[in-house]
């Protein structure tokens, strides 16, 4: 397979990756490249297991996160408010029974006084293809998760896009 990059470019390193390697001598400066790679590779370990570790075993992993930034420790704790709890009631919910984004059919039956957003955003529905009248998800994070499965599921209308 012949590329259209010229050859200089193939075997040099990429911008991306000389600004990786950059990162990483100043957040390691004293370790040589295989050892930053180890100790990346036990990070994402770390993080992994502290997204889906039961409570009884966060008490083992404090040391090692307490060390973390406090936004990466908020994004962390984010994290594993989604995995556990938000996500898997998301995921619960049925399309066009419980949750969905309004269509243009629907729009007749939802309340003139409606804000905008619950055109935009999924909205509860009380049975079959009938979404409820004036109510709204009253979580915005499963309001968020809601929607991004509904237009997963339905796609983007024209309206979207314009």
């Known amino acids: 397979v012949t590329s259209s990059l010229p050859s200089s470019m193939l075997s040099s390193p990429s911008a991306a990756s000389i600004a990786q390697h950059k990162h990483n001598a100043a957040y390691y400066p004293e370790k040589p490249a295989a050892a930053i790679e180890d100790s990346e590779r036990e990070r994402w370990a770390l993080f992994r297991r502290y997204l ?23 994004a ?11 996500l898997p009631h998301v995921l619960s919910k049925i399309h066009r029974v419980g949750f969905g984004i309004l269509r243009a059919a629907d729009l007749l039956v939802v309340d003139p006084k409606s804000p905008p957003s619950r ?16 109510s709204e998800f009253a979580h915005p994070d499963v309001l968020i998760g809601l929607s991004i499965l509904a237009y997963r599921y339905d796609g983007l209308r024209e309206s979207d896009v314009q």
């Open 119 to 134: 055109k935009l955003l999924a909205v509860p529905f009380v049975g079959k293809d009938v979404p409820s009248r004036a």
């Open 76 to 86: 962390l704790n984010l994290g594993r408010s989604w995995v556990l709890t938000l």
């Open 52 to 74: 889906e570790a039961p409570l009884s075993e966060l008490q083992g992993m404090r040391a090692a996160v307490e060390e973390l930034p406090p936004m990466m420790l908020k």
